[in-house]
Structure formats: structure tokens, C-alpha cells
T-cell receptor, first 113, second 117 residues
Framework: DSGVTQTPKHLITATGQRVTLRCSPR?????VYWYQQSLDQGLQFLIQ???????AKGNILERFSAQQFPDLHSELNLSSLELGDSALYFC????????????FGQGTRLTVV | AQKITQTQPGMFVQEKEAVTLDCTYD???????LFWYKQPSSGEMIFLIY??????QNATEGRYSLNFQKARKSANLVISASQLGDSAMYFC??????????????FGKGTLLTVNP
């Protein structure tokens, strides 16, 4: 158990809908990272938050947004969902923003039908 | 150009033998970090080992060691005494830089390791 908790584990939704994925980092970790893993794109970095502030942005679509709350949990919001958004979404956390040891949650498997 | 290249889509090894998974990287940064993760069929990503670009010694964690050859830009993972439970997808990843916004990890496409009894 990495200590990073993601909910839900599985999510099935229809095209055009909006979903929220939740991540609780390991105790004491200030940094949260979101990644998307799909068959065609592999593992891609989406966005990073450090102590509530956005720190880095990757290949995140404008339909996607994220935030980190004062208690350090983070949410990834995906809207106007398309079939191609079906993927495994991972959250990772680390103590510092230098990411020397990033621990991943078990992921949320999103299926858009 | 790909930043992380894993040239072995699949590897087979006999139980109890050692295996090397290849990883080469491309960066112009002086400061960077290299990671290996294991992803079993259940899907979770398990952190295995980390090597900083300034670390002079190769990183080791139990049965895992990282063969870091900076001049060749390679960071191969060596698993000693393979076990059946080592069968999984293995990803090499890199963090570039130590300032600004360069905190993301860039992943390779992975190597699927199968350990045979």
C-alpha cells in the first residue's frame, strides 16, 4: 500500500458527462501529480500541485481541471467526456516538489461509453 | 525525439536468474532524476528505485539495482534472483531539472517482464 488513496477505483460514464476523481496524498506529502495512462499515449503527466498551488502543467486538455484543497487532497475534474478519455488516471504524491520519490495511488479506471 | 527509450517491449527470464531491463534517456539538463516503476496486471504503479544525476554510486534497493552510465545516458534496471511475482510491466521515467516547473515525470513505453518457473 503506497499510502495514496484514489476514489473511485472504477467509473463508467457516458459521453458528454462530467466526473470528478479524488486523490488523498500520503500523510505529510505536499505535492500531488496527476497522470493519464492510455493504450495509445502511454503514461502522460497532466498536472502538479504543491501545497495548494498549481506548479506544473503537462498535456492536460482544457476540458480537464484540477485543484488541491487546504487539507492537501486533490480533485481532477473531467468534463464533456469523449470516448478517447477512457484511461487509467493516476494520482501520485511526494514530500517535496522535486519528486525524488513519488508514490502512486491505485488509479481510477475511467470508461466512457 | 523520445526522452525515455525502452527498447525491449518484452523480456523473459527464468526464475532465480538475473535480468537487465534497458533504459536510455535524452536530456540537456545537468540535474535530473531517473526512476523505475513496476506495474503488475492489477494496475497499480509501484516505485522501485531512484537515481539522481549527481549521485556517484549506483542506486540499490534490495534485489533492484540501477546501472547508471551517465556518459551513455543509460539507466538500466537489474533485478537479481527473479521471482514469479516480478512478472509485470516495468517503466523507466525521468524528471528533468530542479527548478522552475520541471517536476513532471516523463515515462518510457515500458517493458513487459515474464518470469518463467
Amino acid at each position: 500500500d503506497s499510502g495514496v488513496t484514489q476514489t473511485p477505483k472504477h467509473l463508467i460514464t457516458a459521453t458528454g458527462q462530467r466526473v470528478t476523481l479524488r486523490c488523498s496524498p500520503r500523510s505529510g506529502d505536499l505535492s500531488v501529480y496527476w497522470y493519464q495512462q492510455s493504450l495509445d499515449q502511454g503514461l502522460q503527466f497532466l498536472i502538479q500541485y504543491y501545497n495548494g498551488e498549481e506548479r506544473a502543467k503537462g498535456n492536460i486538455l482544457e476540458r480537464f481541471s484540477a485543484q488541491q484543497f487546504p487539507d492537501l487532497h486533490s480533485e481532477l475534474n473531467l468534463s464533456s467526456l469523449e470516448l478517447g478519455d477512457s484511461a487509467l488516471y493516476f494520482c501520485a504524491s511526494s514530500v517535496t516538489d522535486l519528486n525524488t520519490e513519488a508514490f502512486f495511488g491505485q488509479g481510477t479506471r475511467l470508461t466512457v461509453v | 525525439a523520445q526522452k525515455i527509450t525502452q527498447t525491449q517491449p518484452g523480456m523473459f527470464v527464468q526464475e532465480k536468474e538475473a535480468v537487465t531491463l534497458d533504459c536510455t534517456y535524452d536530456t540537456s539538463d545537468q540535474s535530473y532524476g531517473l526512476f523505475w516503476y513496476k506495474q503488475p496486471s492489477s494496475g497499480e504503479m509501484i516505485f522501485l528505485i531512484y537515481q539522481g544525476s549527481y549521485d556517484e554510486q549506483n542506486a540499490t534497493e534490495g534485489r533492484y539495482s540501477l546501472n547508471f552510465q551517465k556518459a551513455r545516458k543509460s539507466a538500466n534496471l537489474v533485478i537479481s534472483a527473479s521471482q514469479l511475482g516480478d512478472s509485470a510491466m516495468y517503466f523507466c521515467a525521468m524528471r528533468e531539472g530542479e527548478g522552475g516547473s520541471n517536476y513532471k515525470l516523463t515515462f518510457g513505453k515500458g517493458t513487459l517482464l515474464t518470469v518463467n518457473p
